[in-house]
């Protein structure tokens, strides 16, 4: 076994091992990306990575390694931050989502995102997925909402469980039942990308497993980032693994590399459950 610290083990880096940039065209890459909170705590450290059309891409990592924070990075979530300063570029479709003709509100209907902890609108179950269509135009009736609100519930899985309650209150739902309609509003907007930060952490098994099957549905029409704690629920969902330490990417490959077969020592060390 070897006795070097993960700090040495990080500075003989270098360069992210595996795969971190894909063949043709990315839907999102990312290049030399750092993050910094109060100009002296850097939180990332020259991130890049890519993320391919119709891909799972799980983000694992012990705490505080910085990968939720990279993933508010895609959407700019991190600009609602007060002293936090993201250098480098992202990229959505080749463009730069920092460009001054970028709206944040309109990149985050393009860029949706999934949070921890469900956190329905105190609104109806149709008002929680209508609201954003409604905000950004996207329906000309009612009757286009009607359907629109109606195929998103049908995508999330929640469309047979609610279409004789969708006037009652998105909070009277179970969790599970809370976070698929979560899911439902964020792809109402037609996103192409959805952003999912431990989205079953706060889960029952059973309520997990339905949201990795739908999961695992949706990636024919999206993009999807998911930050999980769960090696068990990264290995079994995701297309490739990113692995992060102390802020710096390490390593991202095919799912199955990373968990059979991992490049770089700090990658096998948590995998095999000798730190993090």
Known sequence: MNDKSEVELLQELGDTVGKPTIEGNPRMSCRNVDVFYNKDSQAIFDVSVDLAKNEILAMIGPSGCGKSTLLRCLNRMNDTIDDCVVKGEIKLDGEDIHSKSIDPVLLRSNV???????NPFPKSIYDNVAYGPKLHGLTRNNAELDDLVEESLTKAGLWKETKDRLNKPGTGLSGGQ??????????AVKPEVILMDE?????????TATIEELMY???SSYTIAVVTHSMQQAARISDRTAYFHLGRL???NQTNTVFTNPEHE???NYITGRFG
Do not use: H, N, W, Y
């Open 199 to 207: 989205p079953t952490s706060a889960l029952d098994p059973i309520a």
């Open 112 to 118: 949706g995102m999934v949070f921890q902890k469900p």
């Open 178 to 187: 809370q976070q698929r309609l979560c899911i439902a509003r964020t792809m």
């Open 250 to 252: 390490v390593e991202v």
């Open 217 to 219: 549905e949706l990636k």
């Open 266 to 268: 700090l990658t096998e």
